[in-house]
Every structure is written in C-alpha cells, then in structure tokens.
Nanobody, 118 residues
C-alpha cells in the first residue's frame, strides 16, 4: 500500500514556474514507477509526465515537453514535477500516481490545484 500526498500548487501568472512535490509513504517507493496527471474542469484526465522506478527513463506528451521535468528522490520518497513557462492551459488539478509500471498505476493522490492567469 502506498499513500501519496501532493503539494506545491498555487496561483501564478503565465510564464512563471512552479515545482510540485509528491511525498510517498512506505519503504518500497523505489520499486514504483511514478507519474503525474492533470484534470481541468470539464475535461478528462490527461497524462503529464512519467518516470520509471530506476529514474532512468521519463516520458512526456508534446503539450508539456521541454517545459516540464519529472524527477524523483528515493532518499526522500518524493517525486517532483518542475513546471516552467506555465501557460493558462496548464490550469488544472495535478495528481500524482504510482504503480508497478507507468502503464499500471494503482495508487493516486488527492491532487493539488494549479491556476495560471494570463
């Protein structure tokens, strides 16, 4: 069982940066692939970033590639999402997820809200 707690959301202007954090409970954090998803009001949940358990591979959709970076710190049981050059269309609730692979995410956090004003 893994519990995930996101933090770092907020209200920023377009062009600003934010770093989201996701703290995971348990001693098996290093075994899990991690990912970030987001959901804007009235829209479906959207994949944002993923990182393998080893941290050696990452994946992003074109909408955030070059602006967002996912990373993990196994010593702190934490995964991060560095978001640069934020745009109003990045406004959403961001969720952290964990699973045995990036295609099998079994655990989800409660989300942290990001609002980007124009």
């Amino acid at each position: 069982q893994v519990q995930l707690l996101e933090s770092g959301g907020g209200l920023v202007q377009a062009g600003a940066s934010l770093r989201l954090s996701c703290a995971a409970s348990g001693r098996t954090f290093s075994r899990y692939a991690m990912a970030w998803y987001r959901q804007a009001p009235g829209k479906e949940r959207e994949f944002v970033a993923a990182i393998t358990s080893s941290g050696l591979r990452t994946n992003y959709p074109d909408s955030v590639k070059g602006r967002f970076t996912i990373s993990r710190d196994s010593a702190k049981n934490t995964v991060y999402l560095q978001m640069n050059n934020l745009k109003p269309e990045d406004t959403a609730t961001y969720y952290c997820a964990a699973g045995t692979t990036t295609d099998s995410l079994n655990y989800w956090g409660q989300g942290t809200r990001v609002t980007v004003s124009s």
